[in-house]
C-alpha cells in the first residue's frame, strides 16, 4: 500500500517569503507527525497531531512556524517569514495508535528540504 | 527524558554480523528501547524494540543487558543496503509524550 507521502520533494525560497509543506499519512492512521532535520543531526520533533487537533505543539520553534490537519488526514505545515535558519528536511510520520500503546511505529516520509536564500 | 548514547560511526564487511550498542544507563522501568534507522535521503525506518527480553524479527536482533542499561541492535548478515544511520531511542510507556527523541545515532558503513 502507499506509505507517507510529502509534496513538494523541494523547495527553494527566499528570506522572508511564506512556504506551505504538505503531508499525505498512511489512510487510517489517526496520528501525524511533523519532525526537522538539520545536517548532521537527527530529526527533532515540532508537532504531533491526534486527529484533527495537534495534541502535542511543544517542540514548534516560534511563532511563525503552524500547522494544520483540517479534515484528520492531510496536514500541512505553514512557515512565514521564512529565515535561512529555517533550511532544513521536515519530515512527516504518521502512526495507528491504538490506545496508549508505546509500540505504535511511526512510518515516515521521504521529507520535504526547505532552502531559504 | 532518559538519554542514550551510540558511538558516531561503525563500519562492517559485507556478509558479516553486525552489532550496534546504545548504552541508556538512566532508563527508567517504563522505558521501551526502540531502534529506527535512516538511509541516505530517506525517512527513517522503525527496525525493533524491546523491553526486557531479547527480540527477533526478520530485520535484527535486539539484545537488552540484564540491568537494561545498554542493548545491542544486531544485524546478522550486513549488506550494502544496510548502510545506514541507526537511532536508539528510549520511549516512555507512561509518559504523555508521543513522539521520538532522536540522537545522532551510529552512521553504519558496509564494506564490499
Not at chain 1, 508537532?47 to 520553534?61: N, V
Not at chain 1, 528536511?89 to 496508549?100: H, K, Q, T
Request: with cysteine.
Amino acid at each position: 500500500g502507499a506509505g507517507v507521502s510529502q509534496t513538494p520533494s523541494n523547495k527553494v525560497t527566499e528570506k522572508g517569503k511564506y512556504v506551505e509543506l504538505r503531508c499525505d499519512p498512511i489512510s487510517g492512521h489517526t496520528a501525524l507527525y511533523w519532525y526537522r532535520q538539520s545536517l548532521g543531526q537527527g530529526p527533532e520533533f515540532l508537532i504531533y497531531f491526534q486527529g484533527t487537533g495537534a495534541a502535542d505543539d511543544s517542540g514548534l520553534p516560534n511563532d511563525r512556524f503552524f500547522a494544520v490537519r483540517p479534515e484528520g488526514s492531510v496536514s500541512t505545515l505553514k512557515i512565514q517569514r521564512t529565515e535561512r535558519g529555517d533550511s532544513a528536511v521536515y519530515l512527516c510520520a504518521s502512526s495507528f495508535e491504538r490506545g496508549r500503546s508505546i509500540a505504535d511505529t511511526q512510518y515516515f516520509g521521504p521529507g520535504t528540504r526547505l532552502t531559504v536564500l | 527524558d532518559a538519554k542514550t548514547t551510540q558511538p558516531n560511526s561503525m563500519e562492517s564487511n559485507e556478509e558479516e554480523p553486525v552489532h550496534l550498542p546504545c548504552n541508556h544507563s538512566t532508563i527508567s522501568g517504563t522505558d521501551y528501547i526502540h531502534w529506527y534507522r535512516q538511509l541516505p535521503s530517506q525517512g527513517p525506518e522503525y527496525v525493533i524494540h524491546g523491553l526486557t527480553s531479547n527480540v527477533n524479527n526478520r530485520m535484527a536482533s535486539l539484545a537488552i543487558a540484564e540491568d537494561r542499561k545498554s542493548s545491542t541492535l544486531i544485524l546478522h548478515r550486513a549488506t550494502l543496503r544496510d548502510a545506514a544511520v541507526y537511532y536508539c531511542i528510549l520511549r516512555d510507556v507512561i509518559g504523555s509524550a508521543r513522539q521520538l527523541t532522536f540522537g545522532s545515532g551510529t552512521q553504519l558503513t558496509v564494506l564490499p
